[in-house]
């Protein structure tokens, strides 16, 4: 699988890893994430997800699950020669990380998920329903977590929505990796419906919770607090909490 990255110079980068429906860039550069860690004398390395962005982008949901995409990210480590690292991931990209963990924790010495709970969104907003929003326009499911997103994405130029169809298609038959054997940070917005069941989710994770005060899916992502929370977190020391 053809999997497109971007490295950001420094020492010991970080793995950064996205959502659905979106790419590397979008999640990590232009909410500064990548800049946070320049900052904190880190690098980084940002690959698109397979059926994201510049990366290959097969229509078969066979070709998606948790570990399918998290074998993808072991070849990204593989091609940069790094033996383990820190990641940090959001929304599916944390199932796809704690894939990643399961499968490889050698290769994952602590990682930061954000922006999710117990529940399986595309499953809870029904895989047809969703499909249907993607590929005939069809409103999304009413009061879905998943609504501003699939409405957002109808308007969105150049979007491969068959790519992105299976890709929820093949998440969705997958159960969720709520287990982690590496350090583990939960980081999510406490006005987030996403993240249904953070407290249960954390448990099963051995997890610290940080909630960041009235944030929801979007803005939880790029708040300060997260950031703020995962820094520390990362090098082995307890997270901040926001107030």
Known sequence: MRIHVERHPGPDPVL?????????????????????????GRGALVPDLRGHGASEAPHDPAEYSPSLLATDLLGVLDQEALPS???????MGSWVALALAGIAPDRVRRLVVGGVGTVEQFARSGVEAVRAALLDGAQPPAGSPLEPLLASIRQAPGVDREALAACATGMAAHPLPLSSTV????VVGDVDPVAEGADEAARLLGAELVRLPKRNHVTALSARGFKQ???PFLLGRSPVSPA
């Open 16 to 40: 950064l890893v996205h959502g659905f429906a979106t790419t590397g860039a979008l999640t990590w550069e232009a909410t500064g994430w990548v800049a946070a860690l320049a900052d904190a």
């Open 229 to 231: 929370a995962a820094l």
């Open 183 to 186: 350090p583990t940070l939960l």
């Open 85 to 91: 690292v820190d990641v940090v991931a959001y929304s």
